[in-house]
């Protein structure tokens, strides 16, 4: 392990693309993105934002099953497609790929690099989220759930806490080629190295919230070129199978630009960053975050070029002085099976199928909601008690699939469920097909808000070397 520290100094332009908005995201996507960012003269960043606070949940508990993993699933597939360009060029990568467990991922990765005739890859990794690693789950139980489900008397199985941008910078600060993080805010991402290349000071607060703000506007990936904006005959996006992802050019004044990789399909302009802008934005002038609280209300949006669009306006404030944390607890088991009904008749057969697999839950005693329903009658507006069930939008001859769900601390319970549409097969009504069944271990989620200052002492970063 090498602890080696360099000075940057500030450049005209930082580039900063978007390799992936979310785990499973298109996986070729970011390589037009380093085509394109391999043109650029200046500091070059590709980012990969792969995790959600379930998708947290759910590595932490494959971390508790076997202490080498709880990284990210998706780092084999995404980082052997660019790491060889991505090092000959000087685009350095900034991923959430460590998920649970950075040191395994960092530790992955190098064999990647290893794979690839890579040699003396730097990683540098961001550590301290966890805050089982230093802290007893009974101090925990003080702080109210903010969000989520009731954890009271469940088993924790993880607290992680939402870190800002300063840990990223400080990890940038060792000359990396790779920054893996666990839980960080999606737009430390783009915050971090902009604090690292520009030397940003914790209080320039206009400039920190340009820098969210760009972050924010790269973090969801190709939904700000167009790919989530898509809705044929309202708004219209050309060659969405080539969809181009985003690309952010910032300046040390804190000027954002928006564009996407050159020869790709999709559009920025005015329409698809204003409603990335406002995406997931509860309240647009206070955005809260661990390193400032971001206004966007008197954001100006304009359209510069083809593809080409300049957010300026972003004002800053001081950040909270708490941070967010997310519970992980044992959610139970979910079971579901789903069998399809077409052609003449096919709807009231497929109410009849409804109808049975209520009345066995009855007939068996299952206490838990179980969810029945009709896709393509208008089911994705019902709720888990079918309340709705009645209120249907459909004709009678067709194609229709029942779904049937359950979530229950009993595995039995779960496995039951599916079970009764299996056995539709033979016990009616007519001509059911395509059963699919699924029973898998469950993980609920709770937010709490900690002071900062107990966790920002247990956060540190450092350089892993093979």
């Not at 595995?411 to 549409?421: P, S, V, W």
């Not at 299996?422 to 097909?433: K, R, V």
């Amino acid at each position: 392990m090498t602890d080696r520290t360099v000075n940057v100094a500030p450049s005209r332009t930082v580039f900063i693309g978007s390799g992936a908005g979310f785990a499973g995201d298109r996986f070729d996507a970011a390589l037009p993105v380093v085509a394109t960012l391999k043109n650029h003269s200046g500091p070059k960043y590709l980012i990969y934002e792969v995790m959600g606070e379930r998708t947290l949940a759910i590595a932490q508990q494959l971390k508790r099953e076997n202490p080498g993993q709880g990284y990210s699933p998706w780092l084999d597939r995404y980082l052997p497609q660019v790491l060889e360009q991505c090092v000959a060029h000087g685009i350095r990568i900034v991923a959430n790929f460590g998920n649970a467990n950075p040191q395994a991922a960092a530790t992955r990765t190098h064999e990647i690099a290893a794979g690839l005739g890579i040699g003396h890859l730097r990683v540098a990794i961001v550590e301290g989220d966890d805050l089982l690693a230093y802290t007893e789950p009974g101090r925990l139980s003080k702080y109210p759930a903010i969000e989520g489900t009731d954890t009271d008397g469940r088993e924790l199985h993880a607290a992680n806490a939402y870190l800002g941008a300063q840990p990223v910078a400080q990890a940038l600060s060792h000359d990396p080629h790779i920054v893996l993080v666990g839980r960080t805010t999606d737009a430390a991402l783009v915050l971090g190295p902009l604090i690292h290349e520009f030397q940003w000071r914790t209080d320039d607060y206009s400039l920190l919230a340009a820098g969210t703000m760009a972050g924010h506007l790269l973090e969801c990936g190709g939904q700000v070129s167009g790919g989530y904006f898509a809705d044929p005959g309202y708004k219209d996006v050309d060659n969405l199978h080539e969809l181009g992802f985003p690309i952010a050019e910032i300046t040390a004044d804190g000027d954002v630009v928006i564009t996407k990789a050159d020869h790709t399909g999709g559009r920025v302009d005015r329409a698809t960053v204003t409603e990335q802008l406002l995406y997931e934005m509860h309240d647009p002038g206070e955005y809260l975050t661990p390193d400032v609280t971001l206004d966007i209300s008197a954001c100006e949006v304009q359209q510069i070029a083809t593809d080409r669009v300049r957010v300026s306006g972003a004002i800053g404030r001081p950040p909270p002085a708490t941070l967010k944390v997310t519970l992980s607890v044992d959610g139970g088991w979910l079971g579901e099976a789903e069998i399809s009904y077409a052609g003449l008749n096919a709807l009231p057969r497929a109410q009849l199928a409804a109808h049975t697999v209520r009345k066995r839950i009855a007939l068996l005693g299952m206490n838990e909601p179980c969810r029945v329903e009709i896709i393509g009658t208008g089911s994705v507006h019902d709720d888990d008690t079918s309340s709705k069930a009645g209120d249907l939008n459909a004709a009678a001859s067709g194609e229709y699939r029942v779904r049937a769900a359950v979530r229950s601390a009993s595995k039995a319970n779960a496995q039951q469920l599916a079970d009764e549409i299996l056995a539709l097969y033979c016990c009616g009504p007519a001509a059911g097909g395509g059963v699919r069944q699924s029973v898998t271990a469950q993980v609920s989620t709770a937010s709490i808000l900690v002071e900062r200052d107990w966790v920002e002492a247990h956060t540190s970063t450092r350089l892993v070397m093979e």
